[in-house]
């Protein structure tokens, strides 16, 4: 099989994902070095395992924790972006090798920050999970409980709207992050019945799809909607987790809260 280069991706990842990015910038006499930024706030994260398949019409695809996808990096086969979609992933054509997001900038200093991963053949920049929003600083413990992509569609919250069960997907919904370790109060997107900030689904409360149908828009003209498809993969990485060992970068202090989504239509969206 032939394969193609890693691209370098700065905001969206293909047609079906879509990213958002939270940082922190450089306090006001904080320290930059290299070393200093290593001992006092990166992590000891465990390397990222986690993946889930993402299988939606005509598209089979793998999506990693750590930031990479469209590769299967334990398998024989390595390429693992299949349209149109086979049964049997030996018999099928990959349109791409791999992919991941790729970050870097200069801070108020002037140092270069950079984060990025391409085939982990020399380490990881990614991890798991949230970040505390007081100093950008990753906790072992909550890298490994965030190491999974969590999943929805469309059917089971409109079902559920509609007064049926709360399925796994639902419930397991990573709402809010832990404000007793400083982490953001809303993680993933959520419809607030009782606008207590408090993801709730035994009150109703549910994964954000525009299940009304409003298509409302914000004051900039963007769609208010947070969730998108008919199947939905959501996942939470950070670069602050450890050591940069793919890219040697000094860390950026980023949460990268991500999901990838498909529609079921019989047209070209498609494929």
């Avoid at 922190?24 to 320290?31: D, V």
């Avoid at 990881?124 to 970040?131: M, S």
């Avoid at 709360?166 to 400083?182: A, C, E, R």
Wanted: hydrophobic fraction near 35%; glycine fraction near 10%; include cysteine.
């Amino acid at each position: 099989m032939k394969k193609i280069s890693m691209k370098k991706v700065i905001i969206l990842l293909v047609s079906f994902t879509s990213i958002s990015l939270l940082a922190r910038e450089k306090a006001p006499g904080e320290q930059t070095s290299s070393n200093k930024i290593n001992q006092r706030v990166l992590a000891n994260c465990a390397a990222p395992k986690a993946s889930k398949e993402f299988w939606v019409n005509n598209v089979r695809t793998i999506i990693f924790t750590g930031g990479d996808m469209w590769w299967d990096r334990d398998g024989n086969t390595n390429a693992y972006y299949y349209i149109p979609a086979v049964q049997n992933r030996n018999n099928g054509i990959s349109s791409s090798f791999a992919g991941s997001i790729w970050l870097g900038g200069l801070d108020a200093g002037g140092q270069l920050k950079v984060a990025a991963m391409t085939y982990r053949q020399n380490g990881i920049d990614f991890w798991p999970g949230p970040l505390d929003t007081i100093n950008a600083s990753a906790d072992p413990t909550e890298c490994s409980k965030y190491d999974q992509v969590y999943t929805v569609s469309r059917n089971e919250v409109d079902n559920f709207v509609a007064g049926g069960p709360i399925t796994p997907g639902i419930l397991n919904w990573p709402g809010n992050g832990d404000v007793s370790k400083q982490q953001g109060r809303r993680i993933a997107p959520f419809i607030d019945l009782n606008s207590d900030g408090l993801y709730d689904p035994t009150g109703g409360d549910y994964p954000a799809y525009d299940i009304q149908n409003l298509a409302e828009k914000n004051e900039l003209g963007f769609c208010k909607t947070k969730l998108f498809g008919d199947n939905t993969l959501f996942w939470i990485f950070n670069d602050k987790g450890g050591i940069h060992t793919e890219t040697q970068g000094v860390p950026i202090g980023v949460e990268v809260r991500a999901q990838a989504f498909g529609f079921k239509t019989n047209d070209e969206i498609n494929n």
